[in-house]
């Protein structure tokens, strides 16, 4: 059974830094896409990074490069995100998902994911 489970969102000032963890089980990590959506209120769910299956690239939207790091501890089955130089609009509740279909580099198409955690809310405000 699939499952993904994020944490570590909450309130930072802006310029401040949040770490997020999406604890997985279910599947081999390193073998399949993995990725981390936003949705902030009132606007569609978008990617802000993700691991591609064929080659293990990391992909980064163009709002958040430079800024945001994705990584994962395969021996932790865990997917990390963190976030510095936080905006006020980085505001969203932040998801994990995994594709575990074919291998391709298709990573940041949202409509690739087969499983979605549960969410954890960023919040950046003075």
């Known amino acids: 059974q699939v499952q993904l489970v994020e944490s570590g969102g909450g309130l930072v000032q802006p310029g401040g830094s949040l770490r997020l963890s999406c604890a997985t089980s279910?599947?081999?990590?390193?073998?399949?896409?993995i990725g981390w959506f936003r949705q902030a209120p009132g606007k569609e769910r978008e990617v802000v990074s993700c691991?591609?299956?064929?080659?293990?690239?990391?992909y980064y939207a163009d709002s958040v490069k430079g800024r945001f790091t994705m990584s994962r501890d395969n021996a932790k089955n865990t997917v990390y995100l963190q976030m510095n130089s936080l905006k006020p609009e980085d505001r969203a509740v932040y998801y994990c998902?995994?594709?575990?279909?074919?291998?391709?580099?298709?990573?940041?198409?949202?409509?690739?994911?087969?499983?979605w955690g549960q969410g954890t809310q960023v919040t950046v405000s003075s």
């Open positions: 998902a995994a594709d575990i279909g074919f291998k391709s580099m298709w990573c940041h198409v949202r409509g690739v994911y087969d499983y």
């Open positions: 691991i591609n299956s064929a080659d293990g690239s990391t």
């Open positions: 279910g599947f081999v990590l390193d073998y399949y896409a």
